[in-house]
């Protein structure tokens, strides 16, 4: 199993640009999440999925879009960059709940908006 | 808002000896907690998780601590080995509104394992 993958590890974006994060689970995991990493803060939750079809919003969703068409696939786009997106982006997954195991993190994807 | 925070953002241990992290949260009606490590240029790793109906739990070398009456928890490291070197998270699972299927991590502390 490959666990989380998430392409691509390194991107530069000019403000304005757009891009999508692609993030893509082979444990059949019903869960899947993204933060974003930033030095001092932590990581805060930008959007979750608990299923096919179903996604919600975290504590820091503002300029971010999701959707979850498959249980594999959790792509985060970013429809007009700015350089307050630059940060580290990790994608999550877990088996059901939160509470109820651990969560499988990505390498993280690592993105610049000049 | 509801935040968990870490008490020092580096803590530098001798090779073998014991290492504690600490962390303190503020809801205290979460009931899940977890730790994480996260090693340099790769995601966080689960490293042991405790429920609130738990004081005590313990993984390999590791053991976590909940103190629900001061609302904090700690990761205890036996026998500290450079490959401990790392930055911790702690992360609390509230009750909804703010919890459900939500986690709140920590600022993390770093720690430095000295030969």
């Known amino acids: 199993n490959a666990g989380v993958t998430q392409t691509p590890k390194f991107q530069v974006l000019k403000t304005g640009q757009s891009m999508t994060l692609q993030c893509a689970q082979d444990m059949n995991h019903e869960y899947m999440s993204w933060y974003r990493q930033d030095p001092g803060m932590g990581l805060r939750l930008i959007h979750y999925?608990?299923?096919?079809?179903?996604?919600d919003q975290g504590e820091v969703p503002n300029g971010y879009n999701v959707s979850r068409s498959t249980t594999e696939d959790f792509p985060l786009r970013l429809l007009s960059a700015a350089p307050s997106q630059t940060s580290v982006y990790f994608c999550?997954?877990?088996?059901?709940?939160?509470?109820?195991?651990?969560?499988?993190f990505g390498e993280g994807s690592r993105l610049t908006v000049l | 808002g509801e935040s968990v925070g870490l008490h020092l953002p580096t803590l530098s241990v001798q090779e073998g000896d014991n290492s504690i992290i600490n962390c303190a949260y503020s809801?205290?009606?979460?009931?899940?907690f977890i730790w994480y490590k996260q090693e340099s240029g790769k995601g966080p790793q689960f490293i042991i998780d405790?429920?609130?109906?738990?004081d005590k739990r313990q993984g390999q070398r590791v053991t976590v601590l909940l103190n629900k009456t001061v609302k904090h928890l700690s990761l205890q490291i036996a026998a500290t080995q450079p490959g401990d070197s790392a930055v911790y998270f702690c992360a609390e699972n509230p009750p909804p509104p703010g919890g459900g299927n939500k986690l709140t991590f920590g600022t993390g502390t770093q720690l430095k394992v000295e030969l």
């Open positions: 999550a997954s877990s088996r059901a709940r939160v509470n109820t195991g651990e969560l499988f």
């Open positions: 999925s608990v299923g096919a079809g179903i996604t």
């Open positions: 405790i429920r609130s109906n738990m």
């Open positions: 809801n205290s009606a979460s009931d899940y």
